[in-house]
């Protein structure tokens, strides 16, 4: 029996996709965003989501709606959203902002996993902001949980990723179990000079790109997502198992049923000819000065991929770099590319969402890194399935957030004028308790 795996902030899955493919069933997905819900539901059919904010959810309730009953949880893992990093007068985990990164621990002692992966930004590492790790370590302690330290900053890149991203990992287990150690770097990417202490990157952007046809030959990308389309020049090795075709380009994971001679999450970006003429005027490696965005370098790794933000902060689109060969952004498949999802793997049809969603994610490489780490600390031996997959229904990511809310029967997610209301609410409450300390502390 393949061990069990629960993914805390999915998003689409780029975790999910990561331990599926070092050998876990993930069972039970929990999202608040409904648009990333359908997405993941989309790849992950037999996946139960949780279209839910984790604050107030059980491991209780998370075993009931996943139906494992009380079988052992062997990892779970997540990246908790951290914005309040304020260390005046009081813990930082205190800080009510924070929440959600207490009730990850909460959900892990609940659900009494044996092992946890804590994914965030590099930035918690740093500075003032290593006292909320130190106190998220004791908050594990508290819990009856052990925690690899020093923890470790990693980048995607050194794991088979065309990317320099950079990700704090965090891992532990029950006392007394195995620790997961973290994972070795990969022996076998074409290195690209550039990385952390002038280790290795790869394999580059032209090896991830080079074989995918042009979206702006394709009058049909400008209406939809997806084109019938011959493939392009030769394959490199990340290429090949991007498009499933060599023999372990599955790792310990299902295969899906999908079109490989279909084109997908390509739609095209109509860019004027004045951008079109500053993209192509801009050195691969550096920055278009007006737009800022990043021109990929053939021989290079990519820039780290943004996420953009959501409605409720404003909808602002995700930055996508501009392609070494073609005067345009990349799309949505070609920063899946980028970020090591393979060509089965489908976002929201929508450029805004689906940039959002890969922006969002742990490239899968890194995330089957660490879970294979994971595996050999509780003593499993991972396996490949003999099940084939189906993915899900198309409509699922063609969703807008309505559509979304109303497919999971949940409310959508605040405005940005609901959250700035919340957010002037939350300042007043915290002024009045500084005035009224103020007052006590005189007498």
């Known amino acids: 029996m393949r061990p069990v795996g629960i993914d805390l902030f999915a998003g689409a899955g780029g975790m ?14 929990v ?23 984790v604050s107030g959810l059980s491991g209780q309730q998370i075993r009931e709606a996943a ?49 946890f992966v804590f994914e965030n930004v ?31 900053v990693l980048n995607a890149g050194h794991f088979g990723t065309p990317q320099n991203r950079q990700r704090l990992i965090l891992m532990g287990c029950r006392k007394g179990d195995v620790l997961p150690d973290y994972p070795p770097l990969a022996t076998n990417i074409a290195g690209q000079k550039g990385g952390i202490d002038g280790l290795p990157l790869g394999p580059s952007c032209a ?29 490199s090795g990340y290429a090949s198992e991007m498009r499933c075709l060599t023999n372990d380009a599955w790792h310990h994971g299902y295969p899906r049923v999908w079109d490989p001679e279909m084109l997908t ?3 095209r970006t109509s860019h004027t000819e004045i951008s079109k003429r500053r993209f192509s005027e801009t050195p691969q490696g550096k920055v278009e000065p007006i737009s800022r965005f990043f021109k990929l370098p053939e021989n290079g790794v990519s820039n780290t991929l943004r996420a953009g933000t959501d409605g409720a902060r404003g909808a602002f689109t995700s930055p996508r770099p501009i392609h070494y060969r073609h005067d345009r952004c990349v799309t949505v498949r070609e920063m899946a590319r980028l970020h090591g999802f393979p060509d089965w793997f489908r976002f929201n049809v929508t450029k805004w969402h689906g940039a959002r969603q890969i922006g969002n994610a742990v490239p899968p490489p890194l995330a089957r890194a660490v879970a294979g780490e994971v595996m050999k600390s509780i003593g499993a031996t991972p396996s490949c399935p003999s099940d084939v ?11 807008d957030l309505s559509t979304a809310s109303k497919h999971f029967g949940v409310q959508s997610p605040p405005s940005r004028r609901d959250r700035k209301s919340g957010a002037r609410k939350r300042k007043q409450v915290e002024i009045e308790r500084e005035r009224l300390v103020e007052q006590a502390a005189n007498g």
Request: charge should be negative; aromatic fraction near 8%; hydrophobic fraction near 45%.
């Open 67 to 115: 139906g494992i009953g009380e079988r052992d949880v062997d990892c779970v893992f997540g990246g908790a959203p951290c914005q309040g990093f304020s260390l005046i007068g009081h813990r930082v985990l205190d800080d009510p902002r924070n929440g959600l990164v207490l009730d990850f621990v909460r959900i892990v002692n609940e659900l009494d996993a044996r092992t």
């Open 389 to 399: 997959l189906a993915l899900g229904a198309q409509m699922l990511i063609s969703f």
């Open 207 to 235: 090896q991830a790109l080079e074989d995918i046809p042009d979206a702006d030959a394709f009058e049909a990308l400008l209406r939809s997502d997806a084109v019938k389309a011959a493939t392009v020049g030769r394959f």
């Open 265 to 267: 999450s390509s739609a």
């Open 122 to 152: 590099k930035g918690l590492t740093v500075g003032k902001h290593r006292q909320f790790l130190i106190e998220l370590v004791r908050a594990f302690d508290a819990a009856g949980y052990d925690v690899r330290v020093p923890w470790q």
């Open 31 to 53: 999202e608040i965003d409904p648009v990333h819900c359908a997405a993941h539901k989309f790849n992950f059919p037999r996946t139960t989501i949780i279209p839910r904010s």
């Open 16 to 29: 999910s996709l990561g331990f599926e493919q070092a050998g876990f069933d993930v069972v039970a997905a």
